[in-house]
């Protein structure tokens, strides 16, 4: 039954912002992207549909919100875009991208994964790529529980709810997943995701992206993007 609802995992309610990417930023002669961790993808489906000539990839490894990106990507007829049940760290790349995306990947991993998934990010790159990353590690203060993604799929209606609670030093954060018949409200799948994250961390973004040997591109600035070179 698994596999059968994971086709309705399909984001509505993403956070402002989340997913929207400085087009104007992508020359012509850049033709290859990939997205570390799109989740459901709305953003990526977007440049994907707006750029026929060039080519996507988005790393998920997280099944539900791949299935529900792949059911987006047949929707759409889109055949510029490849979505891989890869972690970053998995990942081997043969050529480098010109755009490396990571849109709300600081706040998506757990904290044992981190370093090593930021570490993995130079092996995308070349000398003329470029990294957007946001610097967004999460919530840390007690968040409660709120329905942040609804969507409905013929019969079925998806939702998710996020709720967030400080333990001692740090914050767990608990993303809960339902699929019911519309129509009686009967639960047809139901998941949780827990994971804890250190509340008041000592090295920022920067300091993770120093480490891996990028260096921040301060030519141009972009809302909540951050820009990053290899050293």
Not at 3 to 28: C, K
Not at 177 to 201: C, L, M, N, P
């Amino acid at each position: 039954m698994f596999s059968e609802v994971e086709s309705f995992y399909i984001f509505s309610g993403a956070a402002p912002g989340a997913g929207q990417f400085p087009l104007h930023r992508f020359p012509d002669g850049w033709s290859r992207f990939i997205e570390v961790g799109p989740g459901a993808g709305e953003g990526l489906l977007a440049l994907a549909q707006e750029m026929p000539a060039a080519t996507f990839v988005g790393l998920e490894p997280d099944a539900p919100a791949r299935s529900g990106m792949l059911s987006l990507v047949r929707e759409r007829g889109l055949r510029n875009l490849a979505v891989l049940p890869i972690p970053v760290q998995d990942f081997m790349c043969t050529d480098a991208f010109d755009i490396v995306l990571a849109d709300h990947l600081l706040c998506s991993v757990p904290d044992e994964n981190l370093e090593s998934c930021i570490a993995s990010l130079p092996r995308l790159m070349n000398k003329n790529s470029t990294l957007f990353i946001d610097d967004f590690f999460g919530v840390e203060e007690d968040f409660d529980g709120r329905v942040v993604a609804c969507a409905s799929a013929g019969i079925y209606t998806y939702t998710r709810w996020f709720h967030a609670e400080r333990v001692a030093s740090k914050i767990r954060i608990v993303n809960r997943y339902e699929v019911t018949a519309t129509a009686s409200g009967r639960v047809i799948w139901r998941d949780e995701k827990i994971f804890t994250r250190q509340r008041g961390r000592e090295r920022t973004c920067k300091d993770l992206l120093d480490i891996a040997g990028l260096v921040e591109d301060r030519s141009e600035t972009y809302d909540r993007w951050l820009c990053y070179r290899l050293a």
